[in-house]
Structures are given as structure tokens and as C-alpha cells.
């Protein structure tokens, strides 16, 4: 079991949006603005999509939007499109030196 | 382009010693700022951070592999390795690598495409 709770798929047609919840702990993503997501296209090297719960980095289309409440991260895809169907994970620093992940979402453009 | 590449044996017997290094090309492991990283990918429990290394020797691991864990560098070679002892069949998993930048918050945003570990006999 992993230590953040995602969905395990979601789902969207071109053009909609799609947002993956990540839900943790007061230790983790309740205690600290530390949270990332990553996009992993199976076969591919993962690929940091937003840092710091809502920046992105250089490259990565505004159409990926991070935000957080308590403990639950959320991550928004707007304008979905085909190339945008992959595994998408959260993460999350829970202090001590230690980093957390959750157990990935299968995102299918319909 | 900073890449990452995985290599190591592809099976190992229960209970002996996984071990796995990763090459590093287009930076210095030694840059300020940028830490190396171990993490997997497991089938149905997603991914795991297994532990971070500076290149001055300081590293930290995840609490949950009960100290199963050791992470080393060369700069020599410009490459950092993971050891895990112990291993079970719950050890199998995708392994990347990665670089953890560090700055106002710690990242990790740069992978190796991974390489596949079986736990068998």
C-alpha cells in the first residue's frame, strides 16, 4: 500500500478536463508546499510535470495545474489531449529527509 | 542533456544482494545542488522513494526498508550505485534512478528510463 492514496484511473475525452486527487497526511502533504507530479508514459523515462503543488517547469504546458487543500493534492488536466494518456503520480516530502509517493493513476483519453 | 542509465543484473536469488549502478552523462555528479536518487516501481503499489545521495557521502533512506539499503558514488566514473540486501520476491520492481535537484524545495527531475529487477530462484 502506498503511503498517498490516488485513484487508480481516470478518464477524459479530447478536450475535457480531468483532475487526479492524492490524498495524504497532516505528515506529509498537510505538513509542507512540498508537493510534485510526474507523468510516466510506460517504456519512458517519468517526467517531472509540476513542483511546489502548483509551478511548473520549463517546457511543461499551463494545461497541467497543480493545487492543494489540507491533505489532498489535486492535479488538473485541461484540454486533454491523446498524448497526454499515461501514469500520472504524486508525491510528497514528509520531513525528516524522507519522500513519499502515491500509488499512480491510470489517465485514458477516450 | 543530462542522462541517466541504469544497469545491473536483471535477476537475483532470494536473499542475496541486489545491486545496481547508474551512469551519469551530461553533468557532474558533483554539481552543487543536485543529490542522486533510487527509486522503484512496483506492481500495484506504485512508486517507492528507496533513498538520496549528495556526492559528499550523506544519504538518507526510506525508513520502510528496515536499513536493507545502501547508496554509494564515484565521481571518479560519474556514477552512483544501489545496494539492497535481503532481497524477496516483494523486491521485484522497475528501478530508476534520478536526479533531485534541490532548491527552494527538493525534486526529482531527471530519470533513467529504468530497468526491471525479478526476485527469483
Known amino acids: 500500500q502506498s503511503a498517498l492514496t490516488q485513484p487508480p484511473s481516470a478518464s477524459g475525452s479530447p478536450g475535457q478536463s480531468v483532475t487526479i486527487s492524492c490524498t495524504g497526511t497532516?505528515?506529509?502533504?498537510?505538513?509542507?508546499?512540498?508537493v510534485s507530479w510526474y507523468q510516466h508514459h510506460p517504456g519512458k523515462a517519468p517526467k517531472l510535470l509540476i513542483y511546489?503543488?502548483?509551478k511548473r517547469p520549463s517546457g511543461v504546458p499551463d494545461r497541467f495545474s497543480g493545487s492543494k487543500s489540507g491533505n489532498t493534492a489535486s492535479l488538473t488536466v485541461s484540454g486533454l489531449q491523446a498524448e497526454d494518456e499515461a501514469d500520472y503520480y504524486c508525491?510528497?516530502?514528509?520531513?525528516?529527509?524522507?519522500?513519499?509517493f502515491g500509488g499512480g493513476t491510470d489517465l485514458t483519453v477516450l | 542533456q543530462l542522462q541517466l542509465q541504469e544497469s545491473g543484473p536483471g535477476l537475483v536469488k532470494p536473499s542475496e544482494t541486489l545491486s545496481l549502478t547508474c551512469t551519469v552523462s551530461?553533468?557532474?555528479?558533483?554539481?552543487?545542488?543536485?543529490?542522486w536518487a533510487w527509486i522503484r516501481q512496483t506492481t500495484g503499489k506504485g512508486l517507492e522513494w528507496i533513498g538520496t545521495?549528495?556526492?559528499?557521502?550523506?544519504?538518507y533512506y526510506n525508513p520502510s526498508l528496515n536499513s536493507r539499503s545502501a547508496i554509494s558514488v564515484d565521481m571518479s566514473k560519474n556514477q552512483f550505485s544501489l545496494e539492497l540486501d535481503s532481497v524477496t520476491a516483494a523486491d521485484t520492481a522497475l528501478y530508476f534512478c534520478?536526479?533531485?535537484?534541490?532548491?527552494?524545495?527538493?525534486?526529482?527531475?531527471?530519470w533513467g528510463q529504468g530497468t526491471l529487477v525479478t526476485v527469483s530462484s
Open positions: 545521495i549528495y556526492h559528499s557521502g550523506s544519504a
Open positions: 497532516n505528515s506529509d502533504i498537510g505538513g509542507y508546499f512540498y
Open positions: 551530461g553533468d557532474s555528479i558533483t554539481s552543487d545542488n543536485f543529490y
Open positions: 534520478t536526479r533531485q535537484t534541490c532548491s527552494s524545495s527538493c525534486n526529482f527531475d531527471y
Open positions: 511546489e503543488v502548483s
Open positions: 508525491s510528497s516530502y514528509a520531513g525528516n529527509n524522507v519522500w513519499v
